[in-house]
Each structure stands twice: as C-alpha cells, then as structure tokens.
C-alpha cells in the first residue's frame, strides 16, 4: 500500500517552506503557483469526503523536487520515506 500524507500537513508544510505560493483549486486536483511556476499534480485524494484526504506521498515528492523545497524544512511536516 502506498504511503499517505494528509493534505492539511502539505499545505502547513508549503505555508512553512514556500511562502508567498498560490493553491488554485481545480475539479479534480490542485494547483500550486509559486514565482511563475505551476505544478499541477496534487490531487483531491480519494473519491468521497475530502476534508483532509490522505495524498499519496509520490505526489508530493515531485512538488518539493519541482520547486527545490529543502529536506531541512519539509521533513519537519511530511514523511516521505
């Protein structure tokens, strides 16, 4: 089974690590700006409640690689290992 992340840890991590970046709520995933780049592959997670889905953790390891977030910052909100 893959691992999980919940989106409300994403978003405190982005907060933390990328100030100033933009989510931009789609119909089925979301986007996030940040100085002219657009990385669009953070999912709305399962089908059903989506409160606070759990996002798979690849997802996010291509959103910290796409804007160069430092392992220093987003290890102290997400696990991605």
């Keep these: 089974m893959p691992r999980v992340v919940r989106l409300d840890d994403v978003w405190q991590m982005l907060d933390n690590c990328l100030p100033g970046h933009e989510k931009i709520s789609k119909p089925h995933r979301w ?3 940040f100085n002219g780049r657009l990385y669009h592959e953070v999912p709305l997670g399962r089908h ?3 409160a606070n889905p759990e ?3 690849g997802h996010i390891r291509g959103l910290v690689k796409f804007f160069g977030i430092k392992k220093d ?3 102290n ?5």
């Design 31 to 33: 986007n996030v700006k």
């Design 48 to 50: 059903g409640a989506r």
């Design 55 to 57: 996002i798979e953790t």
């Design 73 to 75: 910052c987003y290890e």
């Design 77 to 81: 909100f997400v696990n991605l290992h």
